[in-house]
Nanobody, 123 residues
């Protein structure tokens, strides 16, 4: 059975940094794409970043240059380093794993989800 557990969210001032972690079990990150999505109140869940089975990385335009997605394949843990945070980054952030190798910006492409971690950025 696959489990994903996020941690690392919190409250930070604008311009600050947070590092989110996604501990996985029941899958191997070299065989699955892993992504981060986020959902702000009253909005749809949106794509943030993805790393595919071979390590190729994709970012949503508004986070490129500020966020870095990575993974540790030894312990099957994913990360999202978030720098220069802005109030518009405030959202519940979710990690997700695909049932196959490839990244996609569509949430329905991801079979496994964590419970989410709240990120709040104050101005």
């Amino acid at each position: 059975q696959v489990h994903l557990v996020e941690s690392g969210g919190g409250l930070v001032q604008a311009g600050g940094s947070l590092r989110l972690s996604c501990a996985t079990s029941g899958l191997t990150l070299t065989e699955h794409a892993m992504a981060w999505f986020r959902q702000a109140p009253g909005k749809e869940r949106e794509f943030v970043a993805c790393i595919n089975w071979s390590g190729t990385i994709y970012y949503e335009k508004s986070v490129k240059g500020r966020f870095t997605i990575s993974r540790d394949t030894n312990n099957n843990t994913g990360y999202l380093q978030m720098n220069d945070l802005k109030p518009e980054d405030t959202a519940v952030h979710y990690c997700a794993a695909a049932s196959d190798f490839y990244c996609n910006v569509i949430r329905e492409s991801f079979a496994y989800w964590g419970q989410g971690t709240q990120v709040t950025v104050s101005s």
